[in-house]
């Protein structure tokens, strides 16, 4: 199986947090960058995550892990690799919020629901577009879409 | 070659699925002596709460089984295990031969000997049916007020439940502090006044010794003296590793069953995964019966693999629980209440807030972790743990409000983004 991955190249990153912005747009009601930052921004929050000290800046988001301690520590079913994608998907109606993702993930990329709902929030590759909202936002490559696995 | 996994929890699961991911066509059978398979039992305090209907009580539904060529026994207790026959046998005396099994059984509610503890009234909580039952006797006896007896984590999740329902409860527990194994003291204080403020009432150093009433439960009298008036008592003060029928099998059991790093107890093809079995620690020798999903998850997985001829190895788990509990959520990982003098502790906590932080160092390494309240970024921390990373050199930068992977040492953020670490596995 091909599988999409996300490549973070922490050396290209420049700080400017697009990724962050795209990223909420995407995930919003009207998809469209204004309205959500003036409408939505209780409602949706970013799934990549900007790091910064000093000269070191980086996004990063669910690495989609070959063996994913969240799905491991999900005491509900959740959390769980689609078969046909190879990613790893919450299932919002699923979730009851005992937050065993959040302790078990060394990124620690998985994020408590902000909308009222307690349901974990974590990248899910933007399963609706061809590329990833951050990727193509990037204007540096320091976010790169890549396939691995067998075709 | 046929596959025989008693118990259908988290370890039976995670062993099954490793098992097909080698072995598509042997047979599995999984047996249980519930009546319901697949489901998950962290649950059924969220079930009693009206939290989780009956649908997403299922961490797996029964097709499920199906699917993966499964065979499931339901209601099948096993009260045998005979490795020289290489066969279990049930209480119904039915036979089930094997050529590997797995012991997943989990454990048992643990009930102390506590004067007219058989009335009705009286429930442990462990099991779905039990949520049923404890549901349906609020419900038909107008229970308004309940006793949980044992502040750990499923006292204190049931007593959650029972405060959504409207009822009004009394934690008792024998400790001086509730969540006294799981969480260090801070915590344990932040936690029964978030219960408090929600009109729970929580005794400590103290216990249930007479349970009182004609043939249902109408109070129960501590140990302090005082009385409380109560129609339900749940009792949750702990659970054992169920393996009280390998006794007589040859099979060696301390605590739990003993095995070693591929999951194998003293008795070739028999294997033993999650709460039931105690991990011996070949490097320590030590042994360690961590009751948690995680860990159960883990070793199943690792049984499963070597079962079907995989050669796996578990690195070994450190205990690690999360919990929701009066809106506050907590995480605790690791060693937390140690004390000694080799080791040092970092700490924060903002009062009105209710936000806490402690971690606990030693030699260099983060050995534990406790959050409350802001529970963010937590795993990063458990990662520090369990890959052993020597921390000294960003000690100082450990707690700081926005700490993440960009302040860890480059090595490590770098094997961590290849994703060459491997937790749990090797």
């Not at chain 1, 990727?135 to 890549?146: G, K």
């Not at chain 2, 490795?83 to 102390?112: C, H, Q, W």
């Not at chain 2, 204190?156 to 409207?166: F, S």
Request: charge should be neutral; hydrophobic fraction near 40%.
């Amino acid at each position: 199986m091909k599988k999409k991955k996300i490549l973070v190249k922490e050396e290209y990153c420049i700080g400017c947090r697009l990724c962050e912005i795209y990223c909420v747009t995407a995930h919003s009601e009207s998809k469209n960058l204004i309205k959500v930052f003036r409408y939505e921004l209780g409602e949706v929050a970013p799934t990549v995550i900007v790091e910064e000290k000093e000269y070191t800046t980086f996004a990063v988001q669910c690495r989609h892990c070959e063996k994913a301690s969240c799905v491991q520590a999900c005491i509900t079913g959740a959390m769980h690799r689609d078969n046909g994608t190879g990613a790893i998907y919450v299932d919002q109606e699923k979730c009851v919020g005992c937050w065993m993702c959040i302790m078990v993930c060394p990124y620690g990329v998985i994020k408590r629901g902000v909308n009222k709902k307690k349901v974990a929030s974590k990248c899910d590759l933007c399963v609706d577009r061809e590329m990833p909202a951050c990727v193509e936002n990037c204007p540096n490559e320091a976010l790169v879409l890549t396939e691995v696995g067998e075709s | 070659m046929r596959y025989v996994i008693i118990g259908i929890g988290p370890a039976g699961m995670a062993a099954a699925d490793a098992i097909r991911e080698i072995d598509e066509k042997s047979e599995l059978v999984m047996i249980t002596s519930e009546e319901v398979a697949g489901y998950s039992k962290p649950l059924i305090t969220y079930f009693l709460g009206g939290k989780v209907d009956e649908k997403r009580m299922f961490y797996r539904f029964p097709w499920c089984f199906e699917e993966k060529n499964i065979s499931v026994m339901t209601g099948t207790e096993i009260v045998q295990v005979d490795p020289n026959e290489k066969r279990v046998i049930s209480k119904r005396g039915e036979e089930i031969p094997y050529d590997k099994l797995l012991i997943a059984t989990g454990g048992s509610p643990f009930v102390p000997k506590i004067e007219g503890v058989e009335k009705e009234g009286v429930f442990t909580f462990t099991q779905w049916k039990d949520s049923k039952m404890v549901a349906s006797y609020i419900v038909e006896n107008n229970v308004a007020k309940a006793v949980v007896l044992g502040g750990g984590l499923i006292g204190l999740k049931t007593t959650e439940a029972l405060l959504e329902l409207g009822l009004k409860v009394s934690v008792v527990e024998l400790a001086d502090r509730i969540l006294a194994t799981t969480f260090d003291k801070k915590a344990s204080q932040i936690m029964t006044r978030a219960l408090q403020s929600r009109g729970c009432e929580v005794y400590t150093d103290d216990t249930v010794v007479q349970v009182k009433g004609k043939r249902k439960v109408s109070k129960v009298l501590l140990k302090s003296g005082r009385e409380i008036k109560t129609k339900l008592l749940i009792i949750a003060v702990g659970v054992r590793p169920n393996v009280g029928f390998l006794e007589g099998s040859g099979i060696e059991v301390n605590r739990g069953v003993i095995v070693n790093e591929r999951m194998e107890t003293n008795v070739e093809n028999v294997f033993a995964a999650g709460d039931c079995a105690e991990f011996r620690d070949p490097s320590t020798g030590e042994s360690t019966n961590i009751a948690i999903w995680p860990v159960a998850f883990a070793e199943g997985e690792v049984a499963g693999y070597n079962m079907a001829g995989r050669p796996v190895k578990y690195q070994g788990g450190v205990p690690m629980n999360s919990v929701e509990l009066a809106g506050l959520a907590t995480i605790s990982v690791g060693f937390t209440n140690v004390e000694d003098n080799g080791v040092e502790i970092l700490k924060y906590f903002k009062e009105e807030e209710n936000v806490y932080r402690k971690l606990v160092l030693k030699d260099g390494r983060l050995i534990g972790a406790v959050f409350v309240g802001d529970i963010d970024r937590a795993g990063i921390y458990t990662g520090l743990i369990l890959q052993k990373v020597d921390v000294s050199s960003f000690k100082n930068d450990l707690l700081r409000e926005d700490f993440g992977l960009v302040y860890l040492p480059k090595e490590y953020r770098k094997k961590l983004m290849e994703g060459e670490l491997k937790v749990w596995l090797e």
